[in-house]
């Protein structure tokens, strides 16, 4: 399947910004404060190219593996982000390739991270966000409770090299959309109450909603939406 054109991609972009701000000033809130993520996954490099050259610079891919070949020789003012779930032997490759790692949801996970951050010859430091199943689909990955994702930032907190920036959630799978609306004001209710719990932490990113439900993550609070079909069409 060949990639859309660059006056798709821009109509696309220009669509999806609409619907974002429309969304916003529905609840009162400011659209600059919502960050879009090209989510790139199972597309080319050059769709990383197509949407850098529309001005875009955060990224997130799913497969650690696929994005660190899709990235290695594109600009370095891209910020990547890892929105998929992480398997342990995975988190060295991780470790270096991502500016941030959205699916967090074991302390075994962050621990290999830390290791691995700390046997490489850097000081460099990785953002982190915990994931919470928020639509109790088995098929999921993510914290089940707001006990479980307290005792998981506490423990994380003891790690030196990830900064806890704040929650993610994948919404759930299905038409109602008051069922997708729940999710997201639960996420946006831990999410304030954890940083009521930890003020020290630097919580800034609620990743939620994705092409088919970002406009409900935008009127619940959403930060940051991971976007991909919605720019760039139906995926290979």
């Known amino acids: 399947m060949d990639l859309i054109s660059e006056e798709e991609f821009s109509r ?3 669509i999806v910004k609409s619907r974002v701000i429309e969304a916003a000033e529905r609840t009162g809130r400011d659209a600059q404060k919502v960050r879009i993520m090209t989510v790139t996954k199972t597309f080319p490099g050059s769709a990383v190219e197509l949407a850098w050259g529309q001005g875009l610079r955060l990224f997130g891919e799913n497969r650690v593996q696929e994005a660190a070949d899709k990235y290695s020789n594109l600009p370095d003012d891209i910020e990547l982000h890892l929105i998929g779930h992480l398997q342990r032997n995975k988190a060295r490759l991780a ?15 962050a621990s290999a991270l830390e290791k691995h951050l700390d046997s490489m010859n850097t000081e460099k430091k990785l953002d982190i966000l915990l994931e919470v199943n928020t639509s109790g ?4 990955f993510g914290i089940h409770t707001k006990e479980e994702l307290f005792k998981l930032a506490e423990q994380i907190l003891a790690q030196t090299r990830l900064n806890i920036r704040g929650l993610m959630t994948v919404g759930p799978f299905t038409g109602d959309r008051d069922e997708i609306r729940r999710a997201f004001v639960w996420l946006a209710d831990l999410y304030r109450q954890t940083g009521e719990r930890y ?19 935008v009127e619940e609070g959403s930060s940051m939406l991971r976007l991909g079909t919605a720019l760039f069409g139906q995926r290979p």
């Open 12 to 14: 696309n972009l220009s």
């Open 95 to 109: 470790a270096a390739t991502f500016s941030c790692v959205q699916s967090i949801d074991k302390l075994e996970t």
């Open 137 to 140: 689909e088995e098929s999921k």
């Open 199 to 217: 003020p020290g932490l630097a919580m800034d990113i609620l990743s939620m909603g994705m092409s088919a439900d970002f406009e409900i993550a």
